[in-house]
């Protein structure tokens, strides 16, 4: 199921934000100390939460139910420790059995069921079960559509309704004869619009469905500003809420406004009331990398490994851990982190293949001086630190690099600088320069090239051009970062569509 892997992070950032409300049906009664604890578990204090539940968990009251079904997948994928959740795996189902003989009358036994079956997705997901994930989404889907058909006015069945929309709307044209069979039906309009009525029509229900609708811009179309915006204040709003300033950092990296994200990770709320969360210091010393200050990003990522129980992010973080050494010119010292790659962790998310990719190529043909160029620039350009980055590559040239490999991320570097800085006429000749030093041997700097000129056409409103370079982007066929590649383009395309369609 390619399309579920793809899905992952959207699943990973979502499943936080299941929701409950005021339920008059005895069976899924909000009581004040649910209330209390399910507020708590969404902060992070896991532990308070549970506390504050354990009365009511045995009373076979739904609300309970989801709850600490909630608390044990926070625990999961904050920890990703592999022998707690063989420990805890037969927990859906049991749950989804105390679910099923609770009132069929109300709907809340449909949604939480359907809740149950998601957040079990992306855990089996993470855990490398991605068939039985697979089925709790379909499954999922069923429960949410008949529920939507039972009661049209229960808002929060088009909060989680809306979402599947989406990620059906996602999936790639090959694929959708797969969804059709299953009989899977929706699309992003659709389901976008589902989450905005919920938006707009229930308060109880509104801060969590604009969030959804935010981190699926983030990470299915594009973050706008406005976006940025709107969830740096959301954040502002919520000082004490842990969960809210990790969802910040990731969004704000990714958009490659990291000082901004180090001042959400900095004012982080810490303390034993909320759950160890060592990826905070992983994505703290990528920021510090991005900033060259290598020896506290060394500190950060060690600080990670000590913390982590998971196997992904391993292979990275050793990596990064040489870089902090080699970009410093302290090979002796960078050299026996590069060596662990490929002894750590495993090689499932892309930045643990990127990695895993470059220890085998330095240790098989070695790296040319002016690699340490072109990993400065990219490195500072991650993190919007846009003059840094031209600064860096300001005395080269393409003819200053031997390797085709070199001079094909030279440009790249170079039109992704422009790009982000908003010149895009500037950024223009370097991607397509990199296209065509790309093709020969499939590098994914021609990949990414395309893609970003496919967002440059279609926000000049080319649509034909913008079609062009994302089905371009889509035919490279092997480079490590093809799945999100191929995604990205795969989204667009599909907004394209939808929009040439809209009268």
Not at 149 to 176: E, Q
Not at 299 to 305: D, Q, V
Not at 321 to 333: G, M, P, V
Request: proline share 3%.
């Amino acid at each position: 199921m390619t399309y579920f892997r793809a899905m992952r992070i959207i699943l990973f950032l979502w499943v936080w934000v299941g929701v409950v409300g005021l339920v008059q049906a005895a069976d899924f009664e909000l009581t004040p100390n649910l209330q209390r604890g399910y507020t708590d578990v969404l902060k992070l204090k896991v532990q308070e939460g549970r506390r504050m539940i354990a009365g009511e968990v045995a009373s076979q009251n739904g609300v309970a139910i989801y709850i600490d079904n909630l608390a044990d997948m926070v625990t999961l994928l904050v920890s990703d420790d592999r022998k707690l959740y063989e420990q805890w795996a037969d927990r859906e189902d049991q749950r989804l059995d105390l679910l099923r003989n609770l009132d069929a009358g109300s709907p809340w036994q449909r949604f939480t069921q359907a809740e149950v079956r998601l957040h079990w997705a992306f855990v089996k997901l993470k855990f490398g079960q991605e068939v039985s994930a697979s089925w709790d989404v379909i499954r999922a889907y069923k429960l949410l559509e008949e529920n939507r058909k039972k009661f049209p006015g229960f808002l929060p069945t088009y909060k989680s309704l809306g979402l599947l929309h989406v990620m059906i709307g996602a999936v790639p044209d090959n694929y959708t004869w797969v969804t059709r069979m299953l009989g899977l039906r929706g699309n992003i309009r659709q389901g976008l619009q589902e989450i905005r009525t919920v938006v707009q029509r229930d308060t109880l229900f509104q801060t969590e469905a604009r969030l959804i609708d935010l981190l699926i811009r983030a990470y299915v179309l594009k973050f706008s500003a406005a976006d940025a915006g709107n969830l740096k204040t959301m954040v502002q709003d919520n000082p004490d809420n842990l969960l809210l300033h990790f969802f910040a950092t990731s969004v704000l990296m990714k958009d490659a406004q990291s000082e901004d994200a180090l001042a959400f990770l900095n004012k982080r709320p810490t303390g034993p009331d909320y759950l160890p969360f060592p990826i905070l210091e992983y994505l703290k010393a990528d920021i510090l990398v991005q900033k060259a200050q290598y020896a506290q990003a060394a500190g950060s990522y060690r600080a990670f490994i000590n913390q982590y129980k998971g196997v992904n992010f391993l292979k990275d973080t050793y990596y990064k851990l040489f870089l902090c050494y080699w970009l410093n010119d302290d090979d002796t010292r960078a050299l026996p982190y590069l060596r662990q790659v490929g002894s750590v962790g495993s090689a499932v998310v892309e930045s643990d293949k990127a990695a895993q990719k470059f220890a085998e190529s330095y240790f098989k043909k070695g790296v040319s001086a002016r690699q340490k160029i072109l990993m400065k620039a990219r490195l500072a350009t991650d993190g919007g630190y846009y003059e840094t980055a031209l600064t860096t590559l300001r005395p080269y040239a393409e003819s200053s690099f031997s390797l085709t490999s070199e001079k094909a991320e030279f440009n790249y570097r170079k039109g992704r600088i422009y790009q982000r800085r908003g010149d895009a006429d500037e950024a223009i000749p370097f991607f397509e320069r990199s296209i065509s030093l790309s093709e020969a041997n499939q590098l994914s700097y021609g990949a990414t090239s395309a893609l970003q000129l496919g967002y440059i056409h279609q926000q000049n409103r080319n649509p034909a051009k913008a079609r062009s370079y994302f089905q371009k982007a889509l035919s490279y066929k092997k480079h490590e970062y093809k799945n999100s590649i191929d995604n990205k383009a795969r989204a667009a395309l599909n907004e394209l569509s939808t929009d040439s369609s809209t009268p």
